[in-house]
Nanobody, 120 residues
Framework: QVQLVESGGGLVQAGGSLRLSCAAS????????MGWYRQAPGKQRELVAE???????DYADSVKGRFTISRDNAKNTVSLQMNSLKPEDTAVYYC??????????????WGQGTQVTVSS
């Protein structure tokens, strides 16, 4: 099994910054992708930013130029630096990891979610 522990959410004023971090632990042979998704009340979960094992990066159009995703391969962590936050960024943010584990199986793993609230 793979466990994900998230940290860094909170309350911030519009224009402020927050940094989210997610650490993956357990039996991990390799990681195919690490990223962040978010879900606002009444809305579907959506991609915020993701890094693939091949090194490509995807960002939601709404966060390009404001958010930066980074990964520490040695520690199996992924971080999301969020700058110039807007009230519409308010959501529960989830870490997602696609990992190869025992039996050479590839699975999606999700963190428990961390609340980000941006006040106007």
């Amino acid at each position: 099994q793979v466990q994900l522990v998230e940290s860094g959410g909170g309350l911030v004023q519009a224009g402020g910054s927050l940094r989210l971090s997610c650490a993956a632990s357990g039996i991990i042979f390799s990681i195919r992708a690490m990223g962040w998704y978010r879900q606002a009340p009444g809305k579907q979960r959506e991609l915020v930013a993701e890094l693939t094992g091949g090194g490509s990066t995807d960002y939601a159009d709404s966060v390009k130029g404001r958010f930066t995703i980074s990964r520490d391969n040695a520690k199996n962590t992924v971080s999301l630096q969020m700058n110039s936050l807007k009230p519409e960024d308010t959501a529960v943010y989830y870490c997602r990891v696609v990992a190869v584990t025992i039996g050479d199986t590839t699975n999606n793993y999700w963190g428990q979610g961390t609340q980000v609230t941006v006040s106007s």
